[in-house]
Structures are given as C-alpha cells and as structure tokens.
RNA sequence: GCCCACGUAGCUCAGGCGGUAGAGCACUCCCUUGGUAAGGGAGAGGUCACUGGUUCGAGUCCAGUCGUGGGCACCA
C-alpha cells in the first residue's frame, strides 16, 4: 500500500508502487497530458519515476516553475539531438538551462553556419512530431565512460570523471539519442515546440581562456508559442532603448573608428554629461567634500610606487616622450589623490578629509569587451577619497551609504542593493586589521538597517568592499557605486597625520563612487528613461516654435525669458507646418513644446505641450517658469506628465 | 584576447551569376504662412572601412588589417 498526499492536503492510496504519470492519470486526463515531472517529497523526478512508499507528490506541469526549466533543459536535449542528426561528427558537451531559456556547447571542427540554426529547429521540429518517449536508465560509472568514448563523445567521458563518486550516473535516451544528464526531463519529445535558437557564440571549455573553445548555441523555449512571441516582442522593446542606437537618434554622442572605446560627446550629450557632474559637485559640497584634480600622465616611478605598474600593466596606456622617459595614463584616480593628500603634513585635527575628484581614467580594455558607453577605454569617474581615523571609519561608511542611496533616488533608482565583500585568501593586513575593517563596513550597514548579500571570499586583496547594484525599468541590473577600505595605497605611499600625543599614525583610506564611470551612468540612464530623460536631465527642456512668421518676435522674447530663468531652450522658427515641427520635435523626446500663434502673441501666452501628446494649455510665463522649476526640484523618477 | 557575423550618403537600408552605385529620411534652395506627429517641387551629397591580390574590369571574389555587433574570457 502506497499512500500519496498532494498539495491540497488530500491523499490517494495504491496498491502497488505507482508512478507520477499514474497518480496524474488517476486524478484526470487532462493532468495526466499536462504532466511533465513530479516532485516527490520536494525532489524533482521523471513523470515515470516509481513512488515506492508513502510521499507527498507535486505533479509539475508547464505552468510551475519547475516545468518551465524543465521545458528549457529538455529543449537544450532536443536541440543537440538534432545537432546529431544534422552534424553526427559533432561531440555534445554541456548544456544548461538559463535565464529565459538554454544553450548547449558542441565541439567541432567546422564552425556552425548561421543558416545552420534554421535547419537545425527544422529537425527539432521534426523530432517534436515523432513524439518520442524519453527515458532514463542508470549506469555504473567506468559502463557509461566506455559508452560515451565508443560514442567518440570524449567531453562527456570526461564530464563522468567530475561526477562526485557517491553520484548515480544517469542517461536519457530519446530515439537514437543518449545524453548524459541528472534530469529529470519531460516524458516525451512532443511536449515541446515552443522554442527559437537565438544566436550562435564560441565559449571555452569549462569557461577557461586557456581551453580550446567549443561553439555554443542558444535558444530560448517556452511552454507555448503565446508566451514565445511575447518574449521575442520584449527583446525587440528593450533593443529600441539601446543606448547606442538612442544616443544616435537623439544625438547625444558617438563613436569613431580610429577612437575604439572612447567617446565624442556631442553637444546634446555632453549636456547631459554635464549635469551629472553639476549635479555631484552640489551634492558633495554640501556632504563636505573638497575637489581637487590631479595629472592623467605621470611617471611610471609613481605607478611602481603605487602597485599598478607591476600588476596591471598590459591594461594601462604608456607614452614615452623625446627624453625617453616613460609615462602611464592614469587608470585610477587614487595614486593622484594620495600625493595630494601628502602635501604638507596632516594633523589628526584635519582628518576627515573627503577628497573628490571628477578624474577621467584610461585602461586598456580587451577589445571585445567594448560596448557602447557601458564599457569603454577612457570614461570619467565621480572619484571620491575619504582620509580618515580608524574610529571615524563607521561613521564615513555610512553617510557614503546615505549619500549614494540618495543620489540614486533622485535620479529614479529606488531598487537598490548592496553586495557585501570580505577578505579573500590572497589578501595583506593581519586578521585583527581585516575584522576591523570589516566591522566597520559591516557596522555601517546594520546601523542603517539596510539589507545586503554576502559575497565571501570577493574583496580586493587591500579591503573589503561594499558594492551597490541599481535595477531599472525594465529589471536589469547594473553595479555602480562602490566602497572600498584600502589599507594598501596608504602603507605604499607612506601617507601619515600627526596623532594628539604628537606621534604619528596611518589614515584609513576610503574609496568610493557612486555613479562609478559617468559615461556608463548616462548610458544606463537613457536607457532606464528609454530616452525620455526627466526634465532636470533633458539635453533641451523646451523648443519654442511658431505657427507663421507673424510669431517670430514673440518666441524670441520667449525663449530669451526662459533662458533667463536658467532653462535650456531652443527655438524652432522654421517655414514648416506646425504639424511637422511637433513630430519632429517629439522625436527628439524633448519634454516641452511651446506653441505660439496670433493668440498667444496677443495674450502674451504660449500653448504648451508635452513630449506624451498631452495639450495642457496655453499659460503664460511666469505660470509656466514655476511649474517647469518644480519639475527640475522634484527630480525622481518622473512621467511625462510630471506626475511621479 | 578568442569564436561567429557584419562594415554602401549624416541616419535607416537596396544593390540575382564581377561591367566604375540607388531609395526613404535628414540637409540646401524655391513655392506654400499652414493651429498640435510628415504640404509640394528642385538640388546637393558616396575613394562602397582600409591594404594587398585574382581579373580586361572588383561594393561584388580571395587574403590581411582596423572597426562594430552577439557571445566567451576579462573588468584592479
């Protein structure tokens, strides 16, 4: 007798050891059609797995999420059966199950075609219609490593030899196809279809540089086609707010052939760029910090002194003068900032000191890892150096952590989390200096009651650091603000303050930055606003247009007062339909259009639009001054109707 | 850096088997002075990424270089 207890609490008896397939049949016919695998007192197993005793069963289906991996793991089997079929030289590595679908890794001589993926979901397809039953079947470990090398599949054999020893090992056989595979899978091959390869890559065996590189597929798989196409629609949406192709359309900045990875900011751009900065400069002056700017090319002695040159060479950029001295770029702001710190001596009464600087930074990055203004070879960083006692240390971590969250509000993000990172194995400092260190970040967060993830093992061998992940509008995450306690800069360069009993004493040293790289920032923004920059933001606040030439006067007077009241504005006083100009300008996603004709000239108004369409009126300009003043303080994360 | 793909006007893109380039938008000029997302006409604009090769002849074929895209690796 095998008694069965199901989620809604009630339970079926059996007679005999029945299977998830079983119990489904027994409970209705579309469940049993719709069952995929089971979950037996929490653990996942084939619909066919024989219950053997008494358990709680969980029958899974395309809409857990369980099933949906499933879906996907089963998808990634089907697609290298059909690899098989199409290719059979090729050996089938791994393939896993990840966000929004799959991939499998192949290795083989050829590379795949493009054209290839299409035939390649053809036979998937085909495989789908023959509906064929998959099976599991287990084996002893040296049986299946024979196997798989009569197979020729040397990758797999060697993928056995990795399996813990207290591991089964188990097979999955679907027709004339045998991968090795912990499952559980769905029970047969029609159960799937909804599926599309995506794109084809090279990735290394094992993700190791130095391995052969194998040729990875992947695909994406759902459990009907609706939810397919409704997946593809939000790849298409999120690629019309890239901010490569935004920054084109809204001419915010670009790139250029003989400049790899490195930015020509445009005037609209560079507005924006603009702001950012402005907008730190307020924020730190008022959290009291001086700002000072320090060389981007100095000796390669100092980069010796300060570490770099020994360990990060192949990133930085060197120059050599006449006089055959060598120089670095600089790739960080630190170096520059202690030697400013080292000028004349510091007393334990100056401490602490927050020193920023707006430093743009050059590294060598590899060339494939360019991309747009998200990872470039010369960007800007809101760099900030905290100067301070080890019994001041707390108390800056935290209003670091209060500044960076604030800022971040106002510029929209109100999901923000912290990842916290201790010591790793190769690290300097004793332990007694590491848990200090770490206390204070730590204690920093707690007394702020905030929430964060532990990244053991992940600080910099100097400190442990804190880092802040933002999550935009549409859920991505991006790592921006950093805190780091170094105990490495200070020791190298030898910086000191004089302690009250007249000795002397190592200050701590704080790095930190919030937006991180600004050309980044403003990347991830356009993005976020998907273009739509707030009012505080926009490159152009407001374009002023007429509907005739009668007008002309009229819009000067207009965008001479508005610029007088400290906002960015354009005239538009061109011989075109009014009509024409709107779009045009809508476009270009500025936020106010000013429309004037004989009316507004007469009554002294303009009529105002907003970048949604909304027509809110005609005003006149002091209404209009203070509502567009309000816009800008508030900041946020504001609609286009200035509603948040 | 590695794998695959791509590089034609400011932008988006056409250019079957090799015969020295084409559209739309944008731009300039003319007509039009029109009230909330494209009025009409004319014109100008390209060393087809670069270098070399094959060929009587190369955007078109081949090789290399540079750059871009998607991944992988990297990201102090």
């Given at each position: 007798?095998v008694?069965?207890?199901?989620?809604?609490?009630?339970?079926?008896?059996?007679?005999?050891?029945?299977s998830?397939?079983?119990?489904?049949?027994?409970i209705?016919p579309?469940?049993?059609k719709a069952t995929l695998?089971?979950?037996?007192d929490?653990?996942?197993?084939?619909?066919?797995h024989?219950?053997?005793q008494?358990?709680s069963?969980?029958?899974?289906?395309?809409?857990?999420?369980?099933?949906?991996?499933?879906?996907?793991?089963?998808?990634?089997h089907?697609m290298a059966q059909?690899?098989?079929?199409l290719?059979?030289?090729?050996?089938?590595?791994?393939?896993?199950?990840?966000?929004?679908?799959?991939?499998y890794?192949?290795?083989?001589k050829?590379?795949?075609r493009?054209e290839?993926l299409e035939s390649?979901?053809?036979?998937?397809?085909r495989?789908?219609?023959?509906d064929?039953?998959v099976?599991?079947?287990?084996m002893?470990?040296?049986?299946a490593v024979?196997f798989?090398q009569?197979?020729?599949?040397e990758y797999?054999?060697?993928?056995?030899?990795?399996?813990p020893?207290?591991?089964?090992i188990?097979?999955?056989r679907q027709?004339?196809f045998?991968d090795?595979?912990?499952?559980?899978?769905?029970?047969s091959t029609?159960?799937?279809?909804?599926f599309?390869?995506?794109?084809?890559a090279?990735a290394?065996?094992?993700?190791?540089a130095?391995?052969?590189?194998?040729?990875?597929?992947?695909?994406?798989?759902w459990?009907?086609?609706k939810?397919?196409?409704?997946?593809?629609?939000?790849?298409?949406?999120a690629e019309k707010?890239?901010?490569?192709?935004?920054?084109k359309?809204?001419?915010?900045?670009?790139?250029?052939?003989d400049?790899?990875?490195?930015?020509?900011?445009?005037?609209?751009?560079?507005?924006?760029f603009?702001?950012?900065?402005?907008?730190m400069?307020e924020?730190?002056?008022?959290?009291?910090?001086v700002e000072?700017n320090?060389?981007?090319?100095?000796?390669?002695?100092l980069?010796?002194?300060s570490?770099h040159?020994?360990?990060?060479?192949?990133?930085?950029?060197?120059?050599?003068?006449?006089?055959e001295?060598?120089?670095?770029?600089?790739?960080?702001?630190?170096?520059g900032?202690?030697?400013?710190y080292k000028?004349?001596l510091?007393?334990?009464?100056d401490?602490?000191?927050?020193?920023?600087e707006?430093?743009?930074?050059?590294?060598?990055?590899?060339?494939?890892?360019?991309?747009?203004?998200?990872?470039?070879?010369h960007?800007?960083?809101d760099?900030a150096?905290?100067?301070?006692?080890e019994e001041q240390?707390?108390?800056?971590?935290?209003?670091?952590?209060?500044?960076?969250?604030?800022?971040?509000r106002?510029?929209?993000?109100e999901?923000?989390?912290?990842?916290?990172?201790?010591r790793?194995?190769?690290?300097?400092?004793?332990?007694?200096?590491w848990?200090k260190?770490e206390?204070?970040l730590?204690?920093?967060i707690?007394?702020m009651?905030?929430?964060?993830?532990?990244?053991p093992?992940?600080?910099a061998?100097?400190g442990?650091?804190?880092?802040?992940?933002?999550?935009?509008?549409?859920?991505?995450?991006w790592?921006?603000?950093t805190?780091?306690?170094?105990?490495?800069?200070?020791?190298?360069?030898?910086?000191?303050y004089?302690?009250?009993?007249?000795?002397?004493?190592?200050?701590?040293m704080?790095?930190?930055?919030?937006?991180g790289s600004?050309?980044?920032f403003a990347?991830?923004?356009?993005e976020?606003?998907?273009?739509?920059?707030?009012l505080?933001l926009?490159p152009?606040?407001?374009?002023?247009?007429n509907?005739?030439?009668?007008q002309a006067d009229?819009v000067?007077e207009?965008v001479?007062?508005?610029?007088?009241?400290?906002?960015?504005?354009?005239?538009d006083l061109?011989?075109?339909?009014?009509g024409?100009k709107?779009r045009?300008?809508?476009?270009?996603?500025?936020?106010?259009l000013?429309i004037?004709?004989?009316r507004?000239?007469?009554?002294?108004?303009?009529?105002?639009?907003?970048r949604d369409?909304t027509d809110?009126?005609a005003?006149?300009?002091?209404?209009?001054?203070?509502?567009?003043?309000?816009?800008?303080a508030r900041r946020?994360?504001?609609?286009d109707?200035?509603?948040?």
């Open positions: 007798m008694q069965i207890t199901l989620p809604d609490g009630s339970s079926k008896a059996f007679a005999q050891p029945v998830v397939a079983e119990v489904a049949a027994s209705g579309g469940l049993a695998a089971g979950a037996v929490g653990r996942l197993v084939d619909a066919s024989r219950i053997e008494d358990a069963l969980r029958i899974i289906t395309a809409r857990d999420e369980e099933g949906l991996d499933l879906i996907r793991h089963s998808t990634a089907l059909a690899v098989k079929r290719f059979p030289e090729t050996q089938v590595t791994i393939g896993p199950v990840i966000e929004n679908g799959f991939y890794d192949f290795a083989r050829e590379p795949f493009p290839d390649i979901e053809r036979e998937m397809a495989i789908v219609d023959e064929l039953p099976s599991r079947q287990v002893d470990r040296d049986e024979a798989f009569g197979q020729g599949e797999k054999a060697r993928i056995i030899a990795d399996i020893a207290e591991e089964t188990s097979l999955y027709g004339d045998i090795l595979c912990r499952g559980p899978h769905i029970p029609g159960k799937l279809g909804a599309k390869l995506t794109k084809l090279g290394y065996w094992r993700g190791d130095r391995n052969e590189m194998l040729q990875r597929i992947y695909g994406t798989a459990p009907d086609k939810q397919l196409k409704a997946f593809l629609k939000r790849l298409e949406e707010r890239d901010h490569r192709r935004l920054g359309q809204l001419d915010l900045f670009r790139f250029q052939d400049a790899p990875g490195a930015v020509f900011w445009l005037p609209r751009g560079w507005t924006l603009r702001q950012l900065i402005e907008y400069r924020r730190q002056d008022e959290a009291g910090y000072v320090t060389p981007d090319v100095m000796d390669r002695s980069w010796e002194t570490g040159w020994q360990n990060y060479h192949e990133h930085m950029f060197t120059t050599q003068t006449e006089d001295r060598v120089f670095a770029l600089k790739p960080m702001n630190c170096p900032s202690v030697s400013v000028h004349g510091k007393s334990y009464r401490l602490p000191i927050r020193m920023a707006f430093g743009k930074v050059h590294r060598y990055e590899p060339s494939g890892a360019l991309h747009g203004l998200m990872r470039v070879r960007f800007t960083q760099d150096h905290i100067y301070c006692t240390m707390e108390e800056e971590c935290r209003k670091v952590i209060e500044l960076n969250l604030s800022v971040y106002d510029f929209g993000f999901d923000v989390r912290l990842k916290f990172a201790d790793p194995d190769n690290r300097i400092g004793d332990d007694a200096t848990d260190l206390g204070a730590k204690g920093a707690d007394a009651g905030l929430e964060y993830t532990h990244n093992g992940e600080g061998f100097y442990p650091k804190i880092e802040f992940v933002l999550r935009d509008a549409i859920g991505r995450d790592q921006c603000g805190l780091q306690v170094d105990l490495n800069l200070p020791e190298r360069f030898d910086a000191t004089r302690t009250a009993d007249g000795g002397e004493a190592r200050p701590v704080l790095h930190r930055a919030l937006f600004l050309e980044r990347g991830i923004l356009i976020h606003y998907s273009g739509n920059l707030p505080w926009a152009v606040q407001v374009v002023v247009m509907i005739t030439d009668a009229w000067g207009v001479s007062d508005l610029r007088r009241r400290g906002f960015r504005v354009e005239a061109r011989n075109e339909k009014i024409y709107i045009g300008r809508t476009l270009e996603k500025i936020p106010y000013l004037v004709g004989d507004e000239v007469e009554q002294r108004q303009v009529a105002v639009r907003l369409g809110i009126g005003m006149d300009l002091d209404a209009l001054g203070e509502r567009l003043s309000g816009e800008v946020g994360p504001i609609g109707n200035g509603q948040r």
